[in-house]
């Protein structure tokens, strides 16, 4: 089977668990702060059918880009609703980290799982599922720190904010989801990616520490 097939399939599970285990990181936490929304519409669940966007999955996958449906949150439901969206919104990369970090000790304490090309099929296909956890996971957990609009990074940051200074971020989220989208397509045509410039070290830097691996 071709090398490159056997990657973008190995891809899929990652994928699937990743985005899963983000969005129900931030479900959590806002049930556990006192929101109950996300429960009450059935998203309070491991099952990825509940969390996948398909045409984000796709975009995932075309450009390295995509994004999972959004978990209901209710910021009128939290006690102290800055600080508390913030909180929710940290889980989401939070879990994302623990979940590479898990991922890159067994990398540490069994070198052999490092995928090699000479490895039989199955065997390679199995080591790229674990290679590709730890690589979007902490693709996730970075890219989603970025503080634009409607990243993570925006309402973490806007509970830093002061309360005259909030309605910028409320203001923004309109337009964030267009300029990424943006900044990534122009980033495709032109061969230079801002994003991959800027958090891409930081990145393979994390992965590093978690790992051991140098890409």
Do not use: C
């Not at 599922?129 to 690589?135: E, G, H, T």
């Amino acid at each position: 089977m071709n090398t490159q097939i056997i990657n973008y399939i190995a891809m899929v599970v990652p994928i699937l668990l990743s985005l899963t285990i983000h969005e129900y990181s931030h479900g959590y936490v806002a049930y556990r702060l006192g929101d109950t929304t996300a429960r009450d519409s059935g998203r309070l669940t491991l099952n990825p059918l509940s969390h996948i966007d398909p045409i984000g999955l796709i975009m995932l996958f075309i450009i390295g880009m995509g994004w999972a449906k959004p978990v209901p949150i209710n910021l009128h439901a939290f006690a102290h609703p800055k600080r508390d969206l913030a909180l929710s919104s940290a889980a989401g990369p939070a879990s994302n980290f623990i979940v590479a970090a898990f991922t890159g000790l067994l990398f540490r304490i069994f070198p052999g799982l490092v995928p090699l090309t000479g490895d039989p099929v199955l065997i390679l296909f199995l080591k790229l599922n674990l290679f590709y956890l730890l690589l979007i996971n902490v693709g996730l957990g970075v890219f989603n720190l970025i503080p634009i609009p409607p990243l993570d990074g925006s309402k973490i940051l806007r509970g830093f904010l002061p309360d005259s200074k909030v309605h910028i971020i409320d203001h923004l989220e309109r337009y964030g989801g267009i300029v990424l989208l943006s900044v990534v397509f122009l980033g495709r045509i032109s061969g230079f990616s801002v994003f991959g410039r800027l958090i891409g070290p930081v990145i393979y830097g994390i992965i590093h520490f978690f790992s051991g691996l140098t890409i």
